[in-house]
């Protein structure tokens, strides 16, 4: 089992920015696909981000043009660049791996919960007004 470990949450007012890390933990992985999810209180777990081994990236259309996802594969980190945050982005942020030969279809099933099988336990971002 690949494990991951996300870092990088906090506190923030609207407009601010928070740059979010996963990195594994004990284990090393190999997928064609990783992705940032988040949920709030009450609510589904939803896609934000998610990005493939050659570069390829599909965004929620709420955070289009705000949120960056980027892979350095040298360091095997996934990194999340939030910027001009909004109270609606508040909720605990999950990143997580699919295994490699999962299949998608179509782009915006990469930001389906239910393409992955690897997951950390979240960190926490909460926007404030």
């Known amino acids: 089992q690949v494990q991951l470990v996300e870092s990088g949450g906090g506190s923030v007012q609207a407009g601010g920015s928070l740059r979010l890390s996963c990195a594994p933990s004990?284990?090393?992985?190999?997928?064609?696909?990783m992705a940032w999810l988040r949920q709030a209180p009450g609510n589904e777990r939803e896609g934000v981000a998610a990005?493939?081994?050659?570069?390829?990236?599909f965004y929620a259309d709420s955070v289009q043009g705000r949120f960056a996802i980027s892979q350095d594969n040298a360091k095997n980190t996934l990194l999340l660049q939030m910027s001009s945050l909004k109270p609606e982005d508040t909720g605990s942020y999950y990143c997580?791996?699919?295994?490699?030969?999962?299949?998608?279809?179509?782009?915006?099933?990469?930001?389906?919960?239910?393409?992955?099988?690897?997951w950390g336990q979240g960190t926490q971002v909460t926007v404030s007004s």
């Open positions: 997580a791996a699919a295994r490699r030969g999962q299949y998608f279809g179509l782009p915006s099933r990469t930001l389906r919960p239910d393409k992955y099988d690897y």
């Open positions: 004990g284990s090393t992985y190999s997928t064609n696909w």
């Open positions: 990005i493939n081994r050659d570069g390829g990236t």
